[in-house]
């Protein structure tokens, strides 16, 4: 009896109500050592095939499952087909379906199975199927295996008769086989008894071969020998008649040499004497001739090559021309590159080093054999600033006079913001028909930080009390304002009034530092002098920068000290700055509004 490994368990049937013409059929778990998920295919397509039938009312696999472990069955218990009858029987169950998958061959897959009849324990269906080309007809196969045991004829073995003829047929198969073997060894000892004679023949031939080849080699080498001798003796003939001839060769060149040796010396001295001796081009013209002519006839290169270039520099320097396009050149404040063109026979032609004070802003370039291109860092002053460079090409020189502008043409503009502002929303009084903007008392008295512009377009910016200036910054809105031998555009520090009182500095148009000190009714007291620009570092500037721009004093070309940024739409901001950062100040909106303090967006 054929046994099987029970891998599924059965859920209890007792809820099933059964219709009485069908068939209760249980499907086993495929026996077999392949892979679990091709027993779950063949299993899959069993049920569904079998499902299809009238005759059967499959039993779904949960269900089995429980119904096993509810009669404790284990997994992996060997059963006989008693036994499966005495479970079915438990169970409520007509048939049992066992099957085997299992390979053979390399890919190929034997389907095997059994209808087990639980009341008779009887086999009432068994069949077998092949694969014949492994997965590609596996589907194939296991359907029409399915198909067997849901109904029609059943393919296999029907009875004892069946398998008894099956097995002598396999005989007879083998029995052919085995013939059909036994006549192809006999072929094959015969074709190895006719290779083994020509194998003997062909060693015979290529003995023979071998020999006749042995014997015309010897003789190959026997003339080889001679032929040898024959060489040796004509390469000996040969070094003789060589030696010779390189003897008498060597004795010719040494008479060469010695004449050229004596032609180079006295052409070297005649050519150094002359350009030793030489004060014009003819001169040195003449001295280069001379170490042509050694260097055509051979002499050393090195040392003639390097005489004749001494020469021929000289000979350019002193006939070299020089012209520029134009001898001045002015530029705009900001970061500026212009060229002009040199018109020289020189190629060498440069420019001289500058002097330290224009070296540090203005510079220039031989950017081809005919341009000098000349850059400017920009000029943040108010003042215009002038440098020269000097070119030169061989012994004649040309001077370009290169003139920055400041940015005194921003003032204009500056004031034009400014005036904007202060024309627009602000407070006129209309005594003094000065215009307003900043803190002002409850009774609208200016007093705090603010700003005023008087009819002649002067201005302040500062701190106002009781209506009077008294700490900031005066910008002369006209040409000039004099104090004693210095022309001053800007003031700032301490005020009463408009007479500046307590320690002040006053900048002239170009924003240089003119004057540091006490005031005492707008004249120098104590301890003020006139600087005379002893502190280049201090100005007061006017820049673009970020969006808009800055009037006022700086330190190192970094806003510090009193100073006004604006806008470009007019709104500004007024204070103290450090280090290039607001401290503290005013607000001043083109609508009128003022807000004290350092918060403001540039």
């Known amino acids: ?237 040969a070094q003789e008649r060589a030696q010779r001839e390189a003897e008498e060769k060597a004795i010719a060149e040494q008479k060469t040499k010695e004449v050229k040796q004596s032609k180079c010396s006295s052409l070297f001295s005649n050519g150094k004497r002359t350009h030793d001796d030489a004060n014009d081009v003819s001169n040195y013209k003449a001295a280069m001739d001379i170490f042509q002519e050694g260097l055509d006839l051979g002499c050393d290169v090195k040392e003639f090559t390097y005489w004749y270039n001494i020469c021929k520099t000289k000979i350019d320097f002193l006939t070299a021309t020089l012209d520029i396009s134009s001898e001045t050149l002015v530029v705009e404040a900001s970061n500026s590159k212009n060229s002009i063109t040199v018109n020289t026979n020189y190629n060498a032609w440069d420019i001289e080093p500058m002097p330290h004070t224009a070296s540090a802003w203005l510079f220039g370039h031989k950017t081809d054999a005919q341009t000098l291109t000349v850059t400017c860092n920009e000029n943040s002053s108010l003042q215009d600033r002038t440098g020269t460079i000097t070119i030169k090409a061989g012994n004649k020189t040309e001077q370009l006079t290169v003139t920055q502008k400041g940015k005194k043409y921003l003032f204009p503009e500056v004031l034009k913001l400014i005036y904007s502002n202060l024309n627009s929303n602000s407070t006129v009084f209309p005594k003094s028909s000065i215009k307003h903007k900043g803190e002002k008392t409850s009774t609208g008295q200016r007093n705090g930080f603010g700003v005023q512009l008087w009819p002649d377009g002067n201005l302040f910016f500062g701190k106002i009390i009781n209506g009077e200036c008294t700490n900031g910054m005066f910008i002369d809105g006209e040409i000039t304002v004099s104090l004693k031998r210095y022309v001053n555009k800007f003031q700032v520090g301490n005020f009463s009034g408009l007479q500046l009182n307590g320690e002040a500095k006053c900048y002239d148009e170009n924003g240089i530092l003119s004057y540091q000190g006490e005031f005492l009714n707008d004249t120098p007291y104590r301890s003020s002098y006139w600087t005379d620009n002893r502190y280049p570092s201090l100005k007061f500037e006017i820049f673009e920068i970020n969006n808009g721009y800055y009037m006022g004093e700086t330190k190192d070309g970094i806003r510090h000290g009193k100073g006004v940024y604006i806008l470009k739409t007019g709104d500004m901001w007024y204070g103290d700055w450090l280090n290039g950062t607001k401290y503290y100040g005013i607000e001043i909106r083109m609508d009128g509004t003022t807000n004290v303090g350092s918060d403001f967006t540039e």
């Open 1 to 237: 009896m054929k046994k099987l490994f029970v891998f599924s368990l059965i859920f209890s049937l007792s809820f099933i109500t059964l219709n009485a013409q069908e068939k209760k059929i249980a499907i086993i778990e495929p026996e077999g050592e392949v892979e679990n998920y091709l027993k779950n295919i063949f299993w899959d397509e069993l049920f569904f095939t079998l499902k299809k039938s009238s005759e059967y009312l499959v039993i779904e696999k949960d269900v089995l499952k429980k119904m096993l472990d509810e009669n404790n069955f284990k997994n992996e218990i060997l059963i006989s087909d008693s036994q499966i009858s005495e479970l079915g029987k438990k169970m409520g169950i007509d048939l049992i379906l066992a099957t085997n998958l299992t390979k053979y061959g390399k890919n190929n897959f034997n389907f095997t199975g059994r209808l087990v009849n639980v009341h008779t324990q009887n086999i009432e269906k068994q069949t077998y199927e092949q694969t014949q080309k492994g997965m590609s007809d596996f589907e194939k196969m296991m359907q029409r295996f399915a198909r067997a045991f849901q109904y029609g004829e059943i393919r296999g073995f029907a009875d004892e008769r069946q398998e008894k003829e099956e097995q002598e047929r396999l005989e007879r198969q083998v029995q052919e086989k085995a013939l059909r073997e036994a006549e192809e060894r006999a072929l094959e000892e015969q074709q190895a008894l006719i290779e083994a004679e020509e194998r003997e023949l062909a060693k015979k031939e290529a003995k023979e071969k071998a020999q006749r080849e042995s014997e015309e080699l010897a003789r190959a080498e026997q003339q080889a020998l001679i032929e040898a001798e024959e060489r040796k003796l004509a390469k000996k003939e």
